[in-house]
């Protein structure tokens, strides 16, 4: 057994197709978690009560669960319960029209909404309560002062932070091969089962994942760049 | 098959399963003892900037921070045995997986712990190292005298969150096979008795735990290594 050149760009090009369903999943992942996030990490900031003790209970106890267990629990209960739930709807489509990767998404939106709140609320907390206090003396409502006084300022803040949580949502997409949703690793891997040339296969999965996280994480820092700008130009 | 989950066979899953959290730690213990000591070195040969060097740590830290671990995993898994067999001519496909799993995980908490240590070091005011060296230490002694010790406070916060982190992540182990920890385990007594459910919930109850119990830990010692506050 050594190392093949040829297997290896088989397996390149196998990750490559495989390549927008990583970028989906990333994409709409990210979006939606940052959306449940921010909301989350909002309703904890401003201690609505009842739902922001749930939910600081339920974001600390979730924060424990590694993704991969989640995954495979979710797969089993939607594997077995599936069918009831779906007569109860009145859903005619069985499962096996239902694609599994909705399962992929509940998981992988559920843990990143989770740990998205964390980044988000530890940039709130950074933000002075004088600012608050500013918007409130001239007027503005409380849900005005949020929108044009606070969470303009928390974007900066929390960039750094989300940069290092999408780079994890990349890798937690990865998971997702275990219950069986083809995506870079098992694009990569379908042409090894053949020539049994796995390590060819794992490698071209590494390269295509690490110029993807290359190229959105170059992408994000960016974004970080445009966002401080207004700093630079008071100082 | 009866019913779907059962609360009996739930409590009688959790004798089975608790023995195998000795594999769990191990991989955490050694892989954190392990990769803090490669962490510090790769953290100062990064600050040292030796020319050919730093770029290559520069790869190294990028690769294992922008590909998943378990394909990093895989490639150890696959990889190792065809190096060393190709550079000493020594054959270890014999090795236990867990070894591999091992230096997996060792050279993932290498970069990601590096990473950490270099801006806690840089964070030591110069001024630190310059009394050092005005009563006559060498560099060395200065680093582990001086530099190191300061670095340890800095560090606890984000060490512990990445502690928590190594201990989630030995969830992936079992996909490459022959590895028994908790979640292994459960596989197995999920395929053996047809009862996986209750068997994955017990992990994600022990993981839920043992992560609460060991962020606490860390608050803790944050909280005594607060000197200034007193």
């Not at chain 2, 997986?97 to 995980?105: E, Y």
């Not at chain 2, 005005?134 to 512990?160: D, E, H, K």
Request: net charge positive; charged share 10%.
């Amino acid at each position: 057994m050594s190392f093949s050149s040829e297997n290896f760009f088989d397996s390149l090009q196998g990750a490559i197709a495989y390549l927008p369903v990583t970028f989906k999943l990333t994409i709409y992942t990210f979006v939606i978690s940052l959306f449940i996030g921010g909301t989350i990490a909002i309703i904890r900031n401003y201690k609505v009560p009842m739902i922001s003790q749930f939910l600081a209970w339920f974001v600390t106890i979730y924060n424990g669960l590694p993704l991969m267990v989640a995954l495979v629990i979710y797969n089993l209960l939607f594997m077995t319960n599936y069918d009831n739930v779906a007569r109860f709807f009145h859903i005619s489509k069985t499962i096996s029209e239902i694609n599994p990767v909705i399962v992929g998404y509940f998981s992988l939106i559920l843990s990143s909404s989770c740990s998205y709140s964390e980044t988000i609320r530890g940039a709130l907390q950074s933000i002075e309560q004088v600012q608050y206090e500013a918007g409130y003396a001239i007027g503005l409502s409380k849900l005005q002062t949020l929108y044009r006084i606070i969470l303009p300022q928390l974007v900066p803040v929390a960039i750094p932070g989300l940069i290092n949580n999408l780079v994890g949502t990349i890798k937690g997409t990865n998971l997702v091969s275990a219950i069986g949703i083809l995506e870079i690793m098992g694009g990569a891997l379908t042409p090894c089962a053949l020539s049994y040339s796995y390590l060819e296969g794992y490698l071209a999965a590494a390269l295509v994942y690490w110029l993807f996280s290359f190229v959105l994480e170059t992408l994000a820092k960016q974004i970080e760049v445009r966002s401080t700008k207004f700093r630079r130009q008071i100082v | 098959m009866g019913k779907y989950f059962d609360f009996e066979r739930f409590i009688d899953t959790i004798p089975k399963i608790i023995p195998q959290l000795s594999v769990t730690f191990s991989i955490v213990l050694v892989s954190m003892i392990v990769g803090t000591v490669l962490a510090i070195a790769v953290a100062v040969l990064r600050i040292q900037r030796i020319p050919v060097l730093h770029q290559i740590l520069g790869i190294y830290i990028s690769f294992m921070r922008g590909t998943p671990l378990l394909v990093q995993m895989m490639v150890v898994y696959y990889g190792l045995p065809l190096l060393v067999q190709g550079l000493f001519g020594i054959n270890i496909n014999t090795w236990s997986t867990i070894i591999f799993v091992d230096i997996a995980f060792i050279l993932n908490e290498g970069a990601f712990l590096g990473e950490i240590f270099r801006s806690a070091i840089l964070s030591i005011p110069p001024i630190q190292s310059e009394a050092g060296y005005s009563i006559g230490m060498t560099r060395l002694q200065t680093f582990t005298r001086i530099v190191l010790p300061q670095t340890i406070r800095i560090i606890i916060p984000s060490y512990g969150v990445d502690l928590i982190g190594v201990f989630q992540n030995t969830s992936l182990v079992f996909t490459i096979g022959g590895v028994l920890d908790i979640m292994g385990k459960a596989k197995t007594l999920g395929t053996a008795t047809g009862h996986a459910l209750e068997a994955y919930l017990v992990v994600a109850l022990i993981f839920i735990i043992l992560s609460l119990i060991l962020r606490f830990l860390f608050f803790l010692i944050n909280q005594k290594l607060q000197y200034e506050r007193r």
